[in-house]
T-cell receptor, first 110, second 115 residues
């Protein structure tokens, strides 16, 4: 099936740092979504993007739908401890179901 | 209002046994989805239901997997003759309609361990 390449797979953050992650696909997507999953819970939608070039913010989170429609990024500014978790991108190709990336695991630096 | 609920939250079974997982979607949501999430991996689409239409079973990994939905309510995912590679978290989601612009709301998942 469709594959989304999400990077990085994991990263350590220090409180106050900005964080960036991205997803790329070989196929064109109509929709890009970013979810966060906390341990023992299902994913929760953070940001939804529906138009190429769209830049959307949700608090300290900012996401963009790439103009080629094959990529998206998510930025988290001034990270806080509760940002820790797994972030998933998801895209929907034309007429098909959502495809999820492999996730980016955010952890706190010891 | 109530979100998507799933039961059981955890299930341990022996290889070869059948298991049944349950999903209660948000009331009024016509679309229901099942996903599988292996440890440290992303979500893998299994099947979706939309109203009374025939379900899209294109993601089911083998004929040991099947799912049913009664109208626009409860759904059950059945895995027959479980194998160790079936161990994963099984997530259910629902949305108001089957459209890309409709948010999918996820349940907490059922953690299945096949010994």
């Amino acid at each position: 099936g469709q594959q989304l390449n999400q990077s990085p797979q994991s990263m350590f953050i220090q409180e106050g740092e900005d964080v960036s992650m991205n997803c790329t696909s070989s196929s064109i997507f109509n929709t890009w979504l970013w979810y966060k999953q906390d341990p023992g819970e299902g994913p929760v939608l953070l940001i939804a993007l529906y138009k190429a070039g769209e830049l959307t913010s949700n608090g300290r989170l900012t996401a963009q739908f790439g103009i080629t429609r094959k990529d998206s990024f998510l930025n988290i500014s001034a990270s806080i401890p509760s940002d820790v978790g797994i972030y998933f991108c998801a895209g929907q190709p034309v007429g098909n179901m959502l495809t999820f990336g492999g996730g980016t695991r955010l952890m706190v630096k010891p | 209002g109530a979100g998507v609920s799933q039961s059981p939250s955890n299930k341990v079974t022996e290889k070869g046994k059948d298991v049944e997982l349950r999903c209660d979607p948000i009331s009024g949501h016509t679309a229901l989805y099942w996903y599988r999430q292996r440890l440290g991996q992303g979500l893998e689409f299994l099947i979706y239901f939309q109203g009374n239409s025939a379900p899209d079973k294109s993601g089911l990994p083998s004929d040991r997997f099947s799912a049913e939905r009664t109208g626009e309510s409860v759904s059950t995912l059945t895995i027959q003759r479980t194998q160790q590679e079936d161990s994963a978290v099984y997530l259910c989601a629902s949305s108001a309609r089957l459209r890309a612009t409709e948010t999918q709301y996820f349940g907490p998942g059922t953690r299945l361990l096949v010994l």
